[in-house]
């Protein structure tokens, strides 16, 4: 039965961190996956999730099932932190959220969503986009189209974008990134979210909100700008958002999916049904993540903590952005590599090629996307010189 299946490659995202544990080279950088690193190349626990742990550990009763929506106590505060304290859609009960494995099982519920019950509509992700987003809703059997977001000399392409969205038949999924654009890391400004909620109105596109790193590209309400506008504005939203990376708790898996509907009346049935999405999928939520994510935003001190350590992990971040610029400039790359310090969140479209990747790699165990994406949380004041020095020689420097 099995003899004829072919061994496929691994994911070329998730591979890399195999692949940079294997290297011997004392000096490697990792630039590969997104997670946050700090000044020694870990990824700490934070401390309010220390804390938040042991008092789970103290006051846990039960680890019995917590229902196919998660805990009602972990939608409580994530609704507020997506959509805002005092938001319209709140107070109309037009927002429900189902706890979900991390911000990828957030994505499959709305794939699944999408392949049941709007079967007939197409799906458009910016060219560049996360690669999984690709995966999901392939797998979810929903077609997928693209519009671009990039130019040639690596700007972000918003003419391009907002002409292919005014193409896209009435009624598709359009794919947006809240925040820290995975894998560009080019941000819409507030005036262009305007623009982009005119042609989404006119056109009754049905926008998907990736939301996978609320905090870490300029805060936590103002990443939040373009998802607040769109729910309060259109009747129908769906929103993917994740905890995983904001709380630090990657392994926990810690996703949210928020569906926003015209009414209360019809969010309670598009909520049934991705109750039925979830129950299919892996029935319940893993528990954890979801459990220190509401008890920190369930205490002030805990919260004032937490919101320090990411405060201390954006700002370090976009620090180092402005630092790789200045280290770049004795090879008079930095006009070259500007957009590192403009670009927001843990990624960077540096512009490297695919070869010029490769080399750096092969000759420095420099890992980082085959794209061109580095994962700037893998700088260090300590690898700045290295990885300059790298990118100069890779360049012809
Ligand atoms: C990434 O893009 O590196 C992260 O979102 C991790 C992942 O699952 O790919």
Known sequence: MFEHIERVPGDAILGLIEAFKKDTNPQKVDLGVGVYRDAEGNTPVMRAVKEAEARLLKNE????????????????VVLPMVLGENSPVLDANRASATQSPGGTGALRLAADFIATQLPDKGIWVSDPTWPNHHGIFTAAGIALHKYPYVDADNRLDFDGMLAALKQIPEGDVVVLHACCHNPTGFDLSKEQWHTVLEVVRERHLLPLIDFAYQGFGEGLDEDAYGVRLMAEELDEVIITSSCSKNFGIYCERTGCLIMVAKNSEQMENIRSQIAIAARENYSNPPAHGGAIVSDILHDDELTAVWHEELTEMRDRINTLRRDFVEALKPYGLDDKYACV?????????????????????????????????????????????????????????
């Not at 009763?61 to 409580?76: F, L, M, R």
């Open 61 to 76: 009763t039960t680890k019995t099932y917590i229902g196919s929506h998660g805990a009602p106590a972990y939608g409580e």
């Open 341 to 397: 310090a403009e670009q927001r969140g843990m990624f960077s479209y540096t512009g490297l090629t695919p070869e010029q990747v490769d080399r750096l790699r092969d000759e420095f165990g420099i890992y980082m996307v085959r794209s061109g994406r580095a994962n700037v949380a893998g700088f260090s004041h300590e690898n700045l010189p290295y990885l300059a020095k790298a990118i100069a020689t890779v360049n012809g420097k």
